[in-house]
């Protein structure tokens, strides 16, 4: 049969017609959301899941839940708590004879790596084994290796013989090619370990430390020194098809990871091997969700913990998806539209979402629930010290500087102006939850009085913004390593307000690469910069600007270059100090000292708004902890009811629009067979 | 023919060779190899993990000279970041992202099917679309039709990309909520579901540009003498226009369509990144954000690749089409 091309447009637009109704938007075609499955995206993917590299946040979020930790956070309790997990006990410091400090942690019996074809270098077959103690022990090895590359190695260097284990391994690799030839579990096997980490049978580790340091016992509930089997590491190296231990992740958690494709999909599946499914550990604090008692008021009346949970076995959810969304607009619309079950809040719907700092109306119909809270962060503006003219170089001029630029920064402008409000005002590197934060502490240099910072400023030497030694107007230079035209605008924020007492500050904009290069040569005067917590304690913020930091002096940290006699002996009393009223009084010296010596103007503390589904249960906002999805839940039979209320297809603006292109184009086809008839 | 064919593809081999002395200079002398490094390994990475990662990837060399080899030896120029670069480029030996250490050729062939899967349909509808719309329009010449359409074109080709996207989306995937907004599924079964929303939107995003030139094209054919005959001869006006008038107008769609051709296999930048599909579009998007410096100039490299194969398709494509034309 031939077709005529108006025959055949007729046959398309009845196609479409009688197809569309078979569609649906549902990006899950195989699932209607009934199973207890997490569903979440990610933009990016993790450049590394080796446990011992992996520091970012959404790392963490996959790395938490597949390797367990000796301790972890109390999922309720804020402040933090630790809480033991794969240790039987919070290990008490206990001091030796010599000085050093031994922490002892039981391990609980029985505990499983999840199944995986890597166990196999052991014998065919065989797919798991028991972890000991030797495999954390084999981890902090890693951490000192150099060829792993571990950010954290610092921050364990107070181990006994870490720092001697490194450098002899890296000697002994140049050295002999032999032994550059072994597995890395042998090499540190013929090396002897690291002497301070002492495997006492298949249960027992013990970490002696050269000095006190308190604050180590938070990096044990993090994922850097998580049991990992050597087997993994010599199996997944990336060879003859093979995965990269990178991408490849074989721990003992709750989870697995199941696909790992960076482009498209990661999954976390339940791992039937957890400790927790283990009957002899199905009460440990980790494994199951916490008692009543634990559960505040406010989480049960803000809906976000259920109360019948209490003292179930952990975990909940079956499954855990992560699908890509490189965009933030479609991951918002899926959001709204019920595939996913939480996310962020962007800035392009903020108004549609928030209204006086609550859920708008539309918002609060779809049951939604905005969780806000304080990171463990700050943001700030920070003076090279070492600099001739704003540094301590200059004296009171330079501080008078300083303080003057301090008062005309209006950070609630710059926070509704750039994040839609997200954020608290800083008034000392301590940001709310942390010990020492005081909330009625007011900074009198970080509230705006621009006559005051005229006046302070008249005093430093530069009246109206002239220095009165040249008589040439003042100029210094804000460096940054951001080229982008927002980052642009918000570097012009400070510029303008610095403007109005007269200085001219000049953006030296550069890539990220050439402002490292500046950093590292000490070739800057003002930057902005930002600060995560590692851990809620407050030495985590204050040695960002005691002497030992200092970039200039011992590449750390410390970028202001702040070196102050008294910050550092007062920081030394209260660094390993436990929580007392001496530490308040210790912190709030330090802090007195920042607030005249201004080597930052503290910006904010950043505020994560988080939108979550009704049907999401159990999801407390997670701060430092990661490993959460255990105790997370999901109403299956709500949100498939929701999804498919949400989702009808709306097609009469289909038919609408064929009947307009027929009514359009009758008018012409009729003229046109009138012509040729 | 075959001289030609071999005389066009010794141009392009030099053109080649041309592309890869830039692409040395971008990556290798202006982009240098241990901001690369430093970039991949971290500020605070020993100078032993630096150097390593350096030896891994290839940056370890020196760029055009390597004076660790004597004068006489032919070491001295091929054991160089220069030789380096061109015998792997030239062997399709591209290594490993400088972001994550994967094989390139491996990411590159896992991008292929979901970018072709995007690209394929995109193409042939739109140019199903483009050319019948341009028929229609020339048919009706100077009637409301013709005009409306017009007017439409000019609308559709003053509205950037990315507003039919979002606004796709937000129409489609949100309001009327006939497909998914974003995302991918490698089953060939379900894959159409997410590709319908980009498809449609690269057609009515591509419509008004492509409609106006095949347009202009057929109108030229309209007034010619051939035409005329035809009409003369009592063949219909849509024979005319099908049968003659499309396959004269060949020659100059065929310069439009088929140096597009090679471009399906490099992806939709993008469509790809707003629908969340893992193709080639995305890969290279991801590069740029990543620093993933060998990612990049290996998607720029196959790039030029398959222009210069396009150009040459082009040409093959003529003597296909009109039997007048002979290459020599």
């Not at chain 1, 549902?26 to 590394?48: D, I, K, L, M």
């Not at chain 1, 307000?497 to 007269?502: H, K, P, V």
């Not at chain 2, 009515?204 to 003369?232: C, I, K, M, Q």
């Amino acid at each position: 049969m031939k077709l005529s091309p108006i025959g055949f447009a007729s046959f398309c637009c009845l196609a479409v017609a009688l197809l569309v109704p078979a569609c649906t938007n549902n990006p899950y075609p195989n699932e209607g959301g009934e199973t207890r499955v997490f569903y979440s995206s990610f933009a990016e993917a993790p450049r590394t899941l080796d446990p011992a590299v992996a520091y970012t946040t959404s790392a963490h979020v996959i790395t938490a839940n597949v390797f367990d930790t000796l301790l972890e956070y109390h999922y309720l309790k804020r402040p933090y708590e630790l809480i033991p997990a794969l240790a039987e006990n919070v290990p008490e410091p206990r001091e030796m004879a010599d000085g050093r400090v031994s922490l002892l942690f039981r391990l609980r019996d029985g505990v499983s790596f999840q199944r995986d074809r890597a166990f196999e270098l052991n014998g065919e077959g065989i797919d798991t084994r028991i972890v000991t103690a030797q495999d954390f022990a084999f981890q902090i090895a890693r951490l000192a290796d150099p060829a792993v590359n571990s950010p954290v190695f610092e921050n364990f260097a107070s181990i006994t013989g870490l720092r001697a284990f490194r450098t002899l391994l890296s000697e002994r690799r140049s050295g002999d090619t032999d032994f550059a030839a072994l597995r890395a579990d042998q090499q540190y096997m013929a090396l002897g370990g690291v002497p301070g980490v002492l495997v006492n049978g298949d249960n027992e580790l013990e970490i002696i430390l050269d000095q006190p340091n308190p604050q180590i016992l938070y990096w044990f509930a993090m994922p850097f020194t998580t049991p990992v089997p050597w087997e993994a590491v010599a199996y997944y190296d990336g060879n003859e098809g093979r995965d990269r231990f990178a991408d490849h992740p074989v721990g003992t958690g709750p989870y697995a990871l199941t696909v790992y494709d960076k482009q498209f999909r990661f999954v976390l599946e339940r791992n039937a091997l957890w400790y927790g499914a283990q009957s002899e550990h199905r009460d440990a604090p980790g494994a199951a969700f916490p008692a009543l008692s634990d559960i505040s008021d406010e989480d049960i009346a803000s809906g976000r913990i259920e109360p019948a949970y209490a003292g179930r076995a952990l975990p909940f959810l079956e499954r855990i998806e992560f699908r890509r969304e490189r965009e933030s607009i479609p991951r918002f619309n899926k959001l709204l539209q019920g595939y996913y079950d939480d996310g962020g809040v962007i800035k392009e719907s903020f108004d549609a979402v928030v209204e006086n700092d609550d859920l708008s109306p539309e918002m609060a119909e779809l049951g939604m629930r905005l969780d806000k809270v304080v990171e463990p962060g700050v943001y700030y503006i920070g003076f090279n010290m070492d600099d001739d003219v704003v540094g301590r170089a200059a004296g009171d001029r330079s501080r008078k500087l300083r303080q003057a630029m301090s008062l005309v920064v209006d950070v609630g402008q710059y926070l509704e102006i750039f994040l839609n409000g997200r954020g608290v005002p800083a008034h000392s590197p301590l940001p709310p939850g942390l010990f020492g934060y005081d909330p009625d502490y007011r900074n009198p240099y970080r509230s705006v009085d621009v006559d005051r910072a005229r006046s302070l400023l008249a005093e430093a030497g530069y009246p109206g913004g002239i220095d009165l030694e040249t008589n040439a107007p003042l100029k210094l230079t804000f460096d940054t390593g951001d080229t982008s035209a927002q980052g642009r605008l918000r570097y012009q924020f400070f510029v303008s307000a610095w403007r109005t007492l007269g200085i001219d500050v000049e953006i030296a904009a550069t890539n990220y690469n050439k402002f490292q290069e500046k950093v590292r040569s000490g070739a800057y005067q003002i930057f902005f910069w930002g600060w995560i917590a590692d851990y809620p304690d407050p030495e985590n913020f204050l040695f960002l600007l005691e002497s030992a930091s200092a970039r200039s002096a011992t590449e750390g940290p410390n970028t202001a270059n702040f070196m102050d006699a008294r910050y550092d002996e007062l920081f030394a009393a209260m660094e390993n100090r436990a929580n007392d009223t001496r530490r308040i009084e210790i912190i709030r010296e330090l802090t007195g000292i920042l607030e005249t010596e201004r080597p930052w103007i503290e910006l904010f503390h950043p505020e994560a708004y988080t939108l979550r589904h009704s049907w999401l249960l159990n999801a407390k906002p997670m701060g430092l902890s990661y490993p959460v999805f255990k105790y997370r839940d999901i109403d299956p039979d709500l949100r498939a009811e929701r999804r498919l209320a949400w989702n009808k297809p709306l097609m009469w603006p289909l038919y609408a629009f064929i009947l307009f292109i027929v009514a359009a184009t009758l008018p012409a086809i009729r003229t046109l067979y009138r012509e040729r008839t | 023919m075959f001289a030609y064919l071999v005389r066009r593809i010794a141009y392009g081999f030099v053109t080649v060779l041309g592309v890869l002395m830039l692409l040395f200079v971008l990556f290798f002398a202006i982009a240098d190899p241990d901001d690369i490094a430093r970039k991949a390994v971290g500020e605070r990475a020993s100078a032993e993990v630096y150097e390593q990662w350096k030896k891994n990837h290839g940056y370890d060399k020196p760029l055009i000279v390597n004076t660790d080899h004597g004068a006489a030896e032919f070491a001295r120029y091929t054991d160089t970041l220069f030789f380096d670069h061109y015998r792997r480029m030239l062997t399709f030996d591209f290594g490993r992202s400088d972001a994550d250490d994967s094989p390139i050729a491996g990411r590159i062939l896992a991008g292929a099917v979901p970018s072709l899967s995007l690209t394929v349909p995109l193409f042939v509808i739109g140019l199903g679309v483009g050319v019948f719309f341009a028929l229609l329009v020339a048919f009706f010449r100077d009637t409301y039709v013709d005009r409306s359409v017009l007017v439409l074109c000019m609308l559709a080709m003053s509205i950037a990309s990315l507003i039919y996207i979002i606004g796709g989306q937000y129409l489609i995937g949100m309001l009327l909520r006939w497909f998914p907004i974003s995302g991918f599924d490698p089953d060939p079964t379900v894959a159409y579901r997410f590709l319908a929303l980009p498809v449609l939107i690269g057609v009515v995003s591509g419509f008004g540009a492509d409609v106006r030139l095949y347009r202009t094209v057929f109108l030229e054919e309209t007034n010619r003498d051939y035409v005329r005959t035809a009409r003369a001869k009592g063949c219909g006006d849509i024979r005319v226009m099908t049968a003659h008038v499309l396959r004269n107008a060949l020659i100059p769609i065929l310069t439009n369509v088929v140096l597009a051709i090679p471009f399906l296999f490099t992806g939709a930048l993008l469509l790809e990144s707003f629908f969340g599909i893992p193709g080639l579009g995305s890969l290279t998007v991801e590069a740029i954000h990543g620093n993933d410096f060998s990612t990049l100039r290996t998607m720029v490299y196959i790039g030029a690749l398959l222009f210069i194969l396009g150009q040459i398709l082009t040409d093959v494509s003529y003597t296909l089409a009109d039997p007048r034309v002979r290459l020599r």
